[in-house]
T-cell receptor
Framework: KNQVEQSPQSLIILEGKNCTLQ??????????LRWYKQDTGRGPVSLTI?????NTKSNGRYTATLDADTKQSSLHITASQLSDSASYIC????????????FGAGTRLFVKA | GAGVSQSPSNKVTEKGKDVELRCDPI?????LYWYRQRLGQGLEFLIY????????KSGLPSDRFSAERTGESVSTLTIQRTQQEDSAVYLC????????????FGSGTRLTVV
């Protein structure tokens, strides 16, 4: 069964600190993995997209890693800001002809001053 | 247009009524997706359109849900005989195709069934 599991479910950190969010998946055959940031009341915004051959990708203070062998991805946020408070969603797509996309339940990040 | 546009942004309807939600994708995007997000939960896939291919309807929760898309343009998601459990944010996203392209999401329609 194709699944995407994210951890932790929620996280509280102090402004300026770093944090790492995890995404484990069983989606196969793997096509690509995306991380999205979703602010409350708004649609998700793409942070990174990675294919099988990519191990790491950065977007400003966001760095995503991908280990296709262990089927794990992480999103590292450096020097967090209050505006980083949001849900972070891991999305994995399977190249199954019908092109199935599986969404994780997200990690809710709270950055406190 | 510049982004994915959804309308209405908010909809309150009485239980048992039908509702129609609209999504205007980015021009040229061949792929269009509908998702549902209940309060505090992750995104739930509903339906996927790719060009003129038959849509992937595997995520539709019941036969009360249907969606249409003409070519590569506007899509409508229809919910018949709404139930309270249909209350959620319905998100539409479009993409250039089936490769490693990013999705662009609309702001969603917040549906409340009372």
């Amino acid at each position: 069964k194709n699944q995407v599991e994210q951890s932790p479910q929620s996280l509280i950190i102090l402004e300026g600190k770093n944090c790492t969010l995890q995404c484990n998946y069983t989606v196969s055959p793997f096509s690509n993995l995306r991380w999205y940031k979703q602010d409350t009341g708004r649609g998700p915004v793409s942070l990174t997209i990675m294919t099988f051959s990519e191990n790491t990708k950065s977007n400003g203070r966001y760095t995503a890693t991908l280990d296709a062998d262990t089927k794990q991805s992480s999103l590292h946020i450096t020097a967090s800001q209050l505006s980083d408070s949001a849900s972070y969603i891991c999305v994995v797509s399977a190249n199954t002809g019908g092109f199935k996309t599986i969404f994780g339940a997200g990690t809710r990040l709270f950055v406190k001053a | 247009g510049a982004g994915v546009s959804q309308s209405p942004s908010n909809k309150v309807t009485e239980k048992g009524k039908d509702v129609e939600l609209r999504c205007d994708p980015i021009s040229g995007h061949t792929a269009l997706y509908w998702y549902r997000q209940r309060l505090g939960q992750g995104l739930e896939f509903l339906i996927y359109f790719q060009g003129n291919s038959a849509p992937d309807k595997s995520g539709l929760p019941s036969d009360r849900f249907s969606a249409e898309r003409t070519g590569e343009s506007v899509s409508t998601l229809t919910i018949q005989r709404t139930q309270q459990e249909d209350s959620a944010v319905y998100l539409c996203a479009s993409s250039e195709g089936t490769g490693p392209y990013g999705y662009t999401f609309g702001s969603g329609t917040r549906l409340t069934v009372v």
